[in-house]
């Protein structure tokens, strides 16, 4: 018996499933370190979820704020002119992410420019979805989402202070967006299981950095830290999670490529199975080397792709 298409990520494509998107380091904009796997296809059904991208030129020598600002309400601009009600997942790569001193640094005007769009959208703040903002080398701005008919459901980390509620040491204005969002697979029926999308994930505890200059340590507990949200899905949905396997692929995304060997070899002694992606991209804070970022499902719920 046919399975009706659920929303999946694997490093092969099923052939029965539609293609959503094809992420690679070259269509991010990225350097590729190695690992297991070296793209990602997003599958599911169409009639339930589509990919959007934008881009915008967002020139290193200039305030990036308003072009932020611009390509985010051209997102929901679109989004709603498709049809489509939720964001469910954003990717934000961003030129010279950590450029500028202060509250001149280039992230944190990048949480100016959104802050403004979702104001001027009626988006609160706890209502966004999860999110990665990596840093890149070029002069644009790219913004990937996934959008879907069923909204999304947020997951907080205990370990961590919502990203919303930085104090105010961390810029003029905080940064927007979940440490995970749980999906139907299917894209409309709750009962036939979830799907969980993290964040990009450091080394923060509470809202500190943890482990400065020390990658191995920053990558055990980013990787803590991913393990904490996948046990809050599965209390806010009621599924139960298994362990990260060959079900959860992941992305490593590293500021300086030469520690590559020492991330890859600390994620394959805890995390033996799961595929791994490993890009260099930089951080959004400078202190922090390396981010994760996941995504889980149900291995039972994947074998029915």
Not at 50 to 68: C, F, K, M, S, W
Request: charged fraction near 15%; proline fraction near 8%; aromatic fraction near 6%.
């Amino acid at each position: 018996m046919a399975h009706a298409p659920t929303l999946s990520v694997q490093p092969d494509p099923c052939p029965a499933t539609p293609t959503l998107a094809v992420f690679h380091a070259e269509s991010l904009g990225l350097q590729y370190l190695g690992g297991e796997m070296s793209q990602e296809h997003w599958q599911g059904p169409v009639e339930h979820f589509e990919v959007l991208t934008i881009e915008r030129p967002l020139p290193v020598n200039q305030d990036p704020a308003e072009g932020v600002e611009a390509a985010y309400l051209e997102l929901f601009a679109t989004a709603k002119a498709k049809g489509w009600p939720n964001v469910v997942r954003i990717w934000q790569f961003i030129p010279a992410i950590n450029a500028g001193q202060g509250d001149q640094e280039r992230y944190r005007r990048f949480c100016v420019g959104r802050a403004n769009a979702l104001d001027a959208v009626g988006l609160a703040n706890h209502r966004m979805c999860a999110a990665t903002a990596i840093g890149t080398e070029g002069q644009r701005l790219t913004l990937i989402a996934l959008l879907a008919n069923h909204p999304g459901r947020s997951i907080e980390n205990p370990r961590q202070i919502s990203a919303w509620q930085y104090p105010r040491q961390y810029g003029p204005i905080s940064p927007a967006f979940a440490r995970a969002t749980a999906v139907p697979v299917t894209g409309q029926d709750e009962g036939t299981g979830w799907a969980v999308m993290v964040s990009g994930t450091a080394a923060v505890v509470g809202h500190a950095s943890a482990y400065p200059n020390d990658v191995v340590a920053q990558t055990e507990e980013a990787m803590t830290n991913v393990e904490a949200v996948l046990a809050q899905a599965e209390r806010c949905t009621g599924e139960p999670m298994a362990a990260v396997g060959a079900h959860t692929p992941i992305r490593a995304y590293l500021r300086d490529p030469s520690d590559w060997p020492k991330v890859l070899e600390v994620i394959q002694q805890r995390w033996p199975q799961a595929p791994i992606m490993g890009l260099q991209g930089d951080v959004c804070r400078s202190e922090l080397l390396v981010e994760l970022e996941a995504w889980h499902a149900n291995p039972l719920i994947s074998s029915q792709r």
